[in-house]
């Protein structure tokens, strides 16, 4: 089976969007996501409503979380925050309900599903060989996927080595079928690692096979909805930048 995964939607609908519609292009069966559908953008219940409508499994990030009250406002930055209670403030009784009912990590898969990592599926940022070797020491499956840090990259290790590993451009392909990894799609909402454009991956459960991709999207759409919602400027203007 083939799947595309993605990450770290943010409320982002015209990333969203634009990303499904590469997804639909592609040979993916189905879509995974690994969490925080809500945060910084200025579409919650879009994004909500196009992955009920398209995931077949979803998770709860810690921006979900905070959105439905299981974290406090208070652990996270003064732009998160802010956009977090405006979400709270904001969004549908049915996208409260939809986010009530997910969790932050999924072991019943081929791939162990993280929003955060293994050791950590709310908040740790696994950017790291040396986070990653500790991750790969507790986690049950020899294949996991991570979201959170909002970086496409992935990390492996083989037999008697240590862990290594990097961030990813856009058509790199991994070969995942030995060794134990860590492999993180990139953010869908909000890239931080240089690159604008929206991010996601195909990954290949039969060959054991993965391949970055990224699509354009309107971000100028984007950063005028934060602004037309009175969101942080800062969460507009970083769109352009991929950080």
Known sequence: MRVAVVSDIHGNRQAFEAVLDA????????????????????????????ARRHAAICLAGNHD????????????????????QWTRETITRETRTYLDELEPALLEEPVGLYHASPRDPVWEYVLSPLQAEMCLDVQQHRVCLIGHSHVALAFGRQPGDLATGQTQDADEQLELSSGEWLVNPGS??????GDPRAAWLELDLDAWEAIY???EYDIGGAAAAIRAARLPASLAERLQFGQ
């Open 23 to 50: 997804i639909a292009g592609s040979d993916c069966q189905e879509m995974w996501c690994l969490g925080d559908l809500v945060g910084y953008g200025a579409n919650p219940d879009a994004c909500v409503e196009l």
């Open 65 to 84: 979380l905070v959105v439905r009250d299981a974290l406090p406002l208070e652990e996270f930055s003064r732009g998160a925050a802010l956009a977090a």
């Open 188 to 193: 869908v909402g909000q890239p931080r690692d």
């Open 213 to 215: 991709r990224r699509t």
